[in-house]
């Protein structure tokens, strides 16, 4: 099958989205040995969208892994006008406003719509809303009568990036729709999707490298001892909401003062804020944080592995493969009760969740599992278990290619 995999970042770009495709090209290449290709831009981050002072990858075609890759030039140009109009537009309730967001959020992209018409695809796959190559692969699709197939990867809570009334009648004129939790499918069907056309199929993980790393090495190296490790690990972004995690953090010493608080992820411009964070705590406190930047994706599982909970404060997660990959090297998680999240962790079962926003709340999770060993080997055993049996990336490309085939054969039936 010739596939067509349309998204706004592809490593070295970091991201959920930008990792769900790439183990889905790969896996279709090597398992299905089916013809894929990417389109993608030249970002690092989101911020070229509409930064450009934000550094980017050179444009064109290379070959990754068997999959052929075209990064597109991203017109990041006029972001003052275009985020006055968006915010006007937005607060007024202006028509059209919906479209406005989506201008200024980008990516912008000039050719992107007529080289996936002229694809020669069998069928479009795009990741993820509100970005506009998600109407770029759609439109070019319909031009050239290729199926589409869609994975909004939606955050409930953000209004300004989600509710959008274009983003419903795209998902209405695909073939078909990934969504990632059962909350997804629902919250869509209630806006009038289809229901038959939304397929829940979930992320996905290489269970069996996080299941053998081994995080001793990453103690040692950290002076951590037998120290209950606390271990975030995701994008130094504002959305991630590392401040709860670190306002939290006190009151979790002031009961068990020998907890250590593991940071690791990407730096971005939002990296100065946590560091002053940190910089406020006592010396004695911040001798307890570890911070590390930009590791490679080689070292996660390890970094996981070495930690003994893990906590993503965030709430804006369609489903958070960090819970999956945690959860593969046998840890417990902690999560916001908001959107997504509660359909994703069996609260009480294989970790826990908090209040959204609340540091009282989360350091009272944090020290529900710092304080009892056994509960976090049992919690993070259940997860495992639930890994293995419905999110290693194995399972997740065969469910992709079954509703990639599915919507192939009903587009052609309905053309006849």
Known sequence: MKILH???????????????????????????????TVFTTVAYHMEHFWRSDEPAMPAGVEGVDGVLVRRFVVFNRLNTLRMLMAGVAYRLHLPYNDWLRTLYNGPLIFGMTQAVATSGAEVVFATAFPLMQMYYALAG???????????????????????????????????AYIALTTFERDYLIKRGIQADKIVV??????????????????????????????????????????????????????????????????????????????????????????????FSEEEKPALLAACDVFVLPSGLESFGIAFLEAWACGKPVIGARIGAIPSVIDEGQDGLLASYEDAGDLARAILELVVDPARRIQMGRAGQRKVLENYTWEIVAERVRGVYLRAVASHVGHKK
Request: with cysteine; proline share 4%; charged share 20%.
């Open 141 to 175: 699709a319909r031009r050239a009568d290729i199926p589409v197939v869609l994975l909004g990867a939606i955050h409930v809570a953000d209004t300004w990036g989600y509710d959008r009334k274009m983003m419903d009648r795209a998902i209405q004129q695909a073939d």
């Open 6 to 36: 349309v998204v706004h970042g592809y490593p070295p770009s970091i991201g959920g989205s930008q990792w769900l495709t790439k183990k889905l090209s790969d896996l279709l290449v090597s398992r299905y040995h089916d013809e894929v």
């Open 201 to 294: 199929i979930g992320a996905g993980v290489d269970a069996s490298v996080f299941a053998s790393a081994d995080g001793m090495a990453i103690r040692r190296r950290y002076d951590w001892g037998d120290d209950p490790v606390v271990a975030v690990v995701a994008k130094q972004n504002a959305r991630k909401r590392l401040d709860v995690l670190l306002e939290a953090m006190p009151q979790v010493w002031a009961v068990c003062p020998n907890v250590r608080l593991l940071i690791a992820g990407a730096r971005t411009s939002y990296s100065c804020q946590i560091e002053r964070m940190i910089g406020a705590f006592t010396p004695e406190q911040q001798a307890h944080v570890t911070i590390v930047n930009d």
